[in-house]
């Protein structure tokens, strides 16, 4: 009984370290490293609130932007 117990527990381990090293090659790549810390350009977007965002209005603070897809 206890042998059965430990070779399922082994097969699970073996079968969720699979599918993680599968998740990693699989998961993209940064398009665009070389921009990494440099400046963005200016622009002005609606946030999720309808309100203006301009992003030169953020000078001097760290901003990280976050682009999602809305299905609003």
Same mark, same amino acid.
């Given at each position: 009984? /206890?042998?059965?117990? /430990?070779?399922?527990?082994?097969?699970?381990?073996?079968?969720?370290?699979? /599918?993680? @090293?599968?998740? /990693?090659?699989?998961?993209?790549? @940064? !398009?665009?490293?070389? @921009?990494?810390?440099?400046?963005?350009?200016?622009?002005?977007?609606?946030? @999720?609130?309808? #309100?203006?965002?301009?992003?030169?209005? !953020?000078?001097?603070? #760290?901003?990280?932007?976050?682009?999602?897809?809305?299905?609003?």
């Amino acid at each position: 009984m /206890l042998k059965k117990i /430990l070779i399922g527990v082994g097969v699970l381990v073996v079968a969720f370290a699979a /599918l993680f @090293a599968v998740m /990693l090659y699989v998961y993209p790549k @940064a !398009q665009i490293a070389q @921009a990494t810390n440099q400046p963005a350009p200016d622009f002005t977007l609606r946030d @999720a609130e309808g #309100n203006p965002f301009t992003l030169s209005s !953020q000078h001097g603070h #760290n901003v990280v932007l976050y682009f999602y897809r809305g299905y609003w």
